[in-house]
T-cell receptor, first 109, second 113 residues
Framework: DGGITQSPKYLFRKEGQNVTLSCEQNLNHDAMYWYRQDPGQGLRLIYYSQIVNDFQKGDIAEGYSVSREKKESFPLTVTSAQKNPTAFYLC????????FGSGTRLTVV | DQQVKQNSPSLSVQEGRISILNCDYT??????FLWYKKYPAEGPTFLISISSIKDKNEDGRFTVFLNKSAKHLSLHIVPSQPGDSAVYFCAASDQGGSEKLVFGKGMKLTVNP
């Protein structure tokens, strides 16, 4: 079955630690995206990549980093510089329409 | 500056009645609009879309209306069912929907039995 997989579903980290969220797709989509959802804020774009080895900052890229070494994978690193990292993170890929993963809830304590 | 606005954070309707979810946009370059439905702790799922060359698109109980001159679209669900209870996001694109989407803040719909 084609789809997009985010892992883990729940993640806990101590403040000051970097953490990497995984996103893998087998839909052969060129474009991939990372969004963050906070209560009352909707979905805000963090980073996106339209092709392998290329990515662009979204609206709230500060404190995050990404890589796109393979078409199938678009990991997101939440660095210690991100001031409010606790959130629900959504990965998506697109080709004439978006497919979302099921999300990762990151809690920083 | 918010380009896609869902000004009402929530809506509660009775089962069997019509639900109307509204969305406004400011960017006149948007040419494709989508509605997504999201349950808690899950990713959004695509519901229905409309191109700017149309003013209405219907899919079963779901109809989306687009008023380009008013930069306004709405999603009608009729009849509403308890399983429709979710958060609904309006989204827009300026490249036919294949590039990055701009999302509204979402609206929580509750359908009461």
């Amino acid at each position: 079955d084609g789809g997009i997989t985010q892992s883990p579903k729940y993640l806990f980290r101590k403040e000051g630690q970097n953490v990497t969220l995984s996103c893998e797709q087998n839909l052969n989509h060129d474009a991939m995206y990372w969004y963050r959802q906070d209560p009352g804020q909707g979905l805000r774009l963090i980073y996106y990549s339209q092709i392998v080895n290329d990515f662009q900052k979204g609206d709230i890229a500060e404190g995050y980093s990404v890589s796109r070494e393979k078409k199938e994978s678009f990991p997101l690193t939440v660095t210690s510089a991100q001031k409010n990292p606790t959130a629900f993170y959504l990965c998506a890929s697109s080709s004439l329409g978006y497919t979302f993963g099921s999300g990762t809830r990151l809690t920083v304590v | 500056d918010q380009q896609v606005k869902q000004n009402s954070p929530s809506l509660s309707v009775q089962e069997g009645r019509i639900s109307i979810l509204n969305c406004d946009y400011t960017n006149s370059m948007f040419d494709y609009f989508l509605w997504y439905k999201k349950y808690p702790a899950e990713g959004p799922t695509f519901l229905i879309s409309i191109s700017s060359i149309k003013d209405k698109n219907e899919d079963g109980r779901f109809t989306v209306f687009l008023n380009k001159s008013a930069k306004h679209l709405s999603l009608h669900i009729v009849p509403s069912q308890p399983g429709d209870s979710a958060v609904y996001f309006c989204a827009a694109s300026d490249q036919g929907g294949s590039e990055k989407l701009v999302f509204g803040k979402g609206m929580k719909l509750t359908v009461n039995p």
